[in-house]
């Protein structure tokens, strides 16, 4: 209605009486008294109840922010144990089952009359614990690609969301074209936190994942990439049997080709990029372009996108070949 003095009146008597744990309402209150202190031209008041409604915000925000951070951590911690007792349990039902093999083979040579009941006894045991042992060996494994995925998602996602934690709290720069620069940044670096998770969401949630998969996921993520250069892509997939993937592999070398393609379209300065997927006995990827190649000698002891490759290949223990010439373009092979 425009009644600034009594709106002004009323939201000053309730900034007195409401209570500090009324987050909403107090951001509210000097959002309103920030707004009728401009419409009546008394820009100093103005800005300190813009400056109280700022601080106010970013306080909450840091502490939700917190207590998000500190639940994440508490999940994590009592997975990760109950998944190592679990693993102990089983493994000391195997040592049990052991022991009690051994006690049968001995009361085997005692009693001859129950020699046909023991060997079907001790028989269907073995087979138990085989059962067991592979059974322990599944879980291992499982956990084994757990942690796997976990150190991937805390080594990337965790290292930029630090990265923008960081950057939130610093003291805000006055020269504009420094806070455009930083926010850039910021949302460059989001973006990527969102396209590392929904890849690893990707690998996560796939019911069945086979090398077709993989190959459509690589032909979206290049044409996305390529989509405004002049590069001509081109896919060759040769796969009569399609195999099944276990996610944290499949993550895995999808990083690889992904690491690939990215210098290609940072680097390489290619006119052409060939990508060949194929299975015979084994999986096969070759990221093939026609750009300004390198020196495999000297960059690879330099490069640490290089030495990321070889170690997700040693992962997958798989065989990874750098075929570079200067000025003729690379050629990088992965066989699993």
Known sequence: LRRLKDAETLALENLKVVN????????????QLNSIYALTNRGELAIKHLQDYSDLKDKYFDESSNLALANSEKKYQTEKKEAENKLLLQENNIKT???????QTIFLLVGGILLATII????????????????????????HDRERISRDLHDNVGGQLSYVMFSLEADESSDKTKRQE??????TTLRTVTNTL??????LNQDKLTLSNLSDKLKVYTRTIFSYSDT???FNETIPIDPELNPADALNLFR??????????????A??????????????????????????????NESYGLENLKLRAKELNADLAIDSKVEKGTRITVIV
């Open 182 to 187: 930083k926010a850039q940044n910021l949302a």
């Open 97 to 103: 089952l052991e022991n009690a093999k051994n006690k």
């Open 271 to 300: 006119s052409e990029l060939i990508i060949t997927i194929s299975k015979t006995d084994k999986i096969m990827i070759g990221i093939e372009d026609n750009g300004i190649g390198f020196n495999t000698a000297v960059t690879a």
């Open 232 to 234: 001509k892509i081109k």
């Open 120 to 143: 079907v006894f001790w028989q269907f045991s073995l087979a138990r614990i085989k059962k067991q042992k592979r059974a322990l060996e599944t879980e291992k494994k499982l956990q």
């Open 198 to 203: 929904r890849e690893t969401i990707w690998a």
């Open 20 to 31: 500090e744990s009324n987050k909403s309402e107090l951001l509210n209150l000097n959002k």
């Open 256 to 269: 690889i080709c992904q690491e690939c393609i990215n210098n290609v379209f940072k680097h390489a300065k």
